[in-house]
């Protein structure tokens, strides 16, 4: 089956402790990026890539790292997670990046920071 | 640069009824408009795309949309509702020229959209 996969799905951390979300799609997805879900905020981009090795800010890139040393896999990297980073982070994936493309969207990873 | 704006936060509506949720774009260049569903406890979804031609896009699950470029509309409507339609909506933009904004798509807040029986 074709998808997006996200793990882990629930994680609760404290301030101050490196942690990572991974990220793997099966499609041979060109483009890769990531999302963070706030109430009455929508989504808002923190990181994309175009290709391996490719990776560019998005809207919000503060706190976060990522890399795409494979094609299919994107990990996105709180170094130091602080509270203002608890959020419902969106993984996606598309075959191309022409603004025509359809992103498929992991199930979602929900992180508390305390 | 984009932006998306969801007229309406929360829409409650009885089963059977027809519902209308409202998103207007502002943007320098001419766009590519979606919008994507999200189930509770899942992922986006995609509903329906307007990419270019016909202004009324037909999606999944019985929904459509209509670009109004004067407008800069793009609303999505659904003629009769049913509980498994509850969901949040969002509507989203990105430009056609590409460029720095490689793919990206920029979101509206959502819309709750919850079907009463």
């Known amino acids: 089956e074709a998808q997006v996969t996200q793990n882990p799905r629930y994680l609760i951390t404290v301030t101050g402790k490196k942690l990572t979300v991974t990220c793997s799609q099966n499609?041979?997805?060109?483009?890769m990026s990531w999302y963070r879900q706030d109430p009455g905020l929508g989504l808002r981009q923190i990181y994309y890539?175009?290709?391996?090795?490719?990776?560019d800010k998005g809207d919000v890139p503060e706190g976060y790292k990522v890399s795409r040393k494979e094609k299919r896999n994107f990990p996105l990297i709180l170094e130091s997670p602080s509270p203002n980073q608890t959020s419902l982070y969106f993984c996606?994936?598309?075959?191309?990046?022409?603004?025509?493309?359809?992103?498929?969207f992991g199930a979602g990873s929900r992180l508390t920071v305390l | 640069a984009q932006s998306v704006t969801q007229l309406d936060s929360q829409v409650p509506v009885f089963e059977e009824a027809p519902v209308e949720l409202r998103c207007n774009y502002s943007?320098?260049?001419?766009?590519?408009l979606f919008w994507y569903v999200q189930y509770p406890n899942q992922g986006l979804q995609l509903l329906l795309k307007?990419?270019?031609?016909?202004?009324l896009v037909k999606g999944i699950n019985g929904f459509e949309a209509e670009f109004n470029k004067s407008q800069t509309s793009f609303h999505l409507r659904k003629p009769s509702v049913h509980i498994s339609d509850t969901a949040e909506y969002f509507c989203?933009?990105?430009?056609?020229?590409?460029?720095?904004?490689?793919?990206?798509?920029?979101f509206g807040q959502g819309t709750i959209l919850t079907v009463h029986p």
């Open positions: 996606a994936s598309s075959l191309g990046f022409s603004g025509a493309n359809v992103l498929t």
């Open positions: 499609m041979n997805h060109e483009y």
């Open positions: 890539s175009m290709n391996v090795e490719a990776t």
């Open positions: 943007s320098s260049v001419s766009v590519y």
């Open positions: 307007y990419l270019s031609g016909s202004t």
């Open positions: 989203a933009v990105s430009d056609q020229l590409g460029g720095t904004s490689y793919g990206k798509l920029t």
